[in-house]
C-alpha cells in the first residue's frame, strides 16, 4: 500500500522526472487511493481523521507518523496537488493555502521578523506592493522598491545588513517588464538573501524560477494554473535551499489558518491537467492580438513582451521561449473617453478584475487595480488615462479581434492628434 505524504513532498516514481510537461501535469505526485481505486484524487471533506489508537494520536502530533489528523495541518486532497505542484516547478516541497494573498504573506512571515528588510522590484502585483508597504509597515518589516531590478549595480544598492529577501514576479503586469531571473538570484545570493518569485502570470509552463536560481516560487492558483475562475488557492513552492523552509512554512500557515478548501485543491488539480494546452493557446492569442493593437492608428503603446518592439524581448526570448502569457496592457491615444468607450463597447471580452481565466477580460487599471497611486506612480508603471489591461483567453482569437475592432472603431479620435 502507498502511505499519503502529508508534508507535501515529491513521493513519486523517479522515473516520472523523465517525462515531458504535459505527461507531468496529468500524473506527476498521484498516489493510488487504497481504499476503492479512485483514478481521480477523491474530495476528502474531512476536518479530522481517525486514530486507530492511543499512540497513533501521540505519534501524529508528534510528527513521528506520517498520517493526516486534522485538515488545517494536511488533507489527502491537498497533498495530492501539493505533490504535483512541486514537480512541475522543479521544487522540494509545496504548500497549499487559501489564496496567493496568502501564499505570499506566509511566505514573508516564514523568513522575516521585525526589524527585517525586502527588496522588492517596483512594478508588482498591487495586492503584494500593499503588503509589504502599509501592513508589513505596521509590524516593523518594511521594504524597498527598485525601479529596475535588472540594474545590477542599483539593485545591489537597495540591499541592508537587515534585508532578508528579496521579490520579484517572473511576468509583471500590466507593463511585463520582465526580471532577469539569473541576474536578480546572483545579486541576491552574493548577499547570503534568499529570492522569491511570483509566478502566477507566468506558470511553470512558461518558465520554471527554480531552474533559475529562486528560493522559493509563490502562486495565485486562482489565475492560470486553475484556469476556470471558480477556485480562489494559493501555493508555495520550496526549491529546498532554505533549511527547514517548507515544514516552518506549513507550521505558520496552519497557526494564520488560511487552510485551502480541499473542494478547490480538487478544482486546482482539474485545472493543472490541461495547463499547457491552454497556456499555449493563452500566449497565442496574445501575441496575435498583440501584434494586431500595434498596427491600430488609435494605439499609442503595446507592452507585450513577446512583440520584437518590446525592450524585454530579448529576455522573453531567454526565459519565456514557450510563449509569452497573455496578461499585458496596451494604451489608446485618445485617453480615458477613448478607453471608457472601448470597455463600454466590447461584447465577448468581461468586464472583469482576475486574470488567467479561459474567458479574455478587460479592465482600465488606473481606474480600478491602480486608483491608489499618485499620478506619478501611475507615470512610474506606464498606466495612463488611456491603458487598458488584456488578460487573453483561449476563445478563437479572430472573435476576439472583432469585438476589439468592432469597439475600438467608436472611439472617437482627440482632434489635434495626428
Ligand atoms: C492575483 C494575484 C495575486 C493574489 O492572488 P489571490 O489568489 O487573488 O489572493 C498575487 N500575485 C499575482 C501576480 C496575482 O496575479
Known amino acids: 500500500m502507498t502511505t499519503a505524504v502529508p508534508d507535501g513532498a515529491v513521493h513519486t516514481d523517479p522515473a516520472l522526472q523523465a517525462y515531458g510537461f504535459a505527461t507531468e501535469q496529468v500524473h506527476a505526485g498521484f498516489v493510488p487511493d487504497a481504499g476503492h481505486g479512485a483514478r481521480i ?12 489508537d492511543f499512540d497513533q494520536a501521540a505519534g501524529r502530533f508528534a510528527g513521528e507518523d506520517e498520517g493526516y489528523y486534522y485538515t488545517r495541518y494536511g488533507n489527502p486532497t491537498i497533498a495530492s ?5 512541486a514537480a512541475l516547478e522543479r521544487g522540494q516541497a509545496s504548500v497549499a493555502v487559501a489564496s496567493g494573498q496568502a501564499a505570499l504573506t506566509i511566505t514573508f512571515l516564514t523568513l522575516l521578523q521585525q526589524g527585517d528588510h525586502v527588496v522588492s522590484a517596483r512594478s508588482i502585483y498591487e495586492g503584494t506592493r500593499g503588503l509589504l508597504r502599509e501592513d508589513f509597515a505596521r509590524f516593523g518589516i518594511t521594504a524597498s522598491f527598485v525601479p529596475d531590478p535588472n540594474d545590477a549595480d542599483a539593485l545591489a544598492a537597495a540591499f541592508r545588513p537587515d534585508t532578508k529577501a528579496v521579490f520579484v514576479e517572473s511576468i509583471p503586469n500590466p507593463g511585463n517588464e520582465l526580471p532577469d531571473l539569473e541576474l536578480v538570484t546572483r545579486v541576491a545570493h552574493a548577499h547570503g538573501v534568499p529570492v522569491i518569485v511570483d509566478n502566477t502570470l507566468a506558470t511553470p509552463y512558461l518558465v520554471r524560477p527554480i531552474l533559475h536560481g529562486a528560493d522559493i516560487v509563490v502562486h495565485s492558483t486562482s489565475k492560470f494554473l486553475s484556469g476556470h475562475g471558480s477556485a480562489i488557492g494559493g501555493a508555495i513552492v520550496d526549491a529546498g535551499t532554505i533549511p527547514d523552509f517548507t515544514a516552518r512554512a506549513r507550521e505558520l500557515a496552519g497557526r494564520f489558518g488560511p487552510t485551502l478548501s480541499p473542494f478547490n485543491a480538487f478544482l486546482l488539480q482539474q485545472g493543472i491537467e490541461t495547463l499547457s494546452l491552454r497556456v499555449r493557446q493563452h500566449s497565442a492569442n496574445a501575441l496575435e492580438l498583440a501584434r494586431w493593437l500595434e498596427g491600430r492608428p488609435e494605439v499609442a503603446s503595446v507592452a507585450y513582451s513577446g512583440l520584437t518592439s518590446s525592450p524585454y524581448h530579448a529576455l522573453a526570448a531567454r526565459y519565456l521561449p514557450n510563449g509569452q502569457g497573455s496578461v499585458f496592457a496596451f494604451t489608446l491615444r485618445g485617453g480615458i473617453d477613448a478607453a471608457r468607450s472601448l470597455i463600454d463597447n466590447v461584447t465577448l471580452f468581461s468586464r472583469m478584475t482576475h486574470l488567467g481565466d479561459v474567458r479574455s477580460l478587460i479592465l482600465h487599471p488606473a481606474s480600478t487595480t491602480h486608483i491608489h497611486l499618485t499620478p506619478a506612480e501611475l507615470a512610474e508603471n506606464g498606466i495612463g488615462p488611456g491603458t487598458i489591461r488584456l488578460s487573453v483567453g ?19 479620435r482627440p482632434p489635434f492628434d495626428r
Open 394 to 412: 483561449i476563445e478563437d482569437v479572430s472573435d476576439l479581434v472583432r469585438d476589439l475592432e468592432r469597439s475600438i472603431t467608436r472611439v472617437r
Open 41 to 52: 484524487t477523491p474530495v476528502y471533506l474531512s476536518n479530522g481523521f481517525l486514530f486507530d
Open 81 to 85: 496537488v501539493e505533490r504535483r505542484l
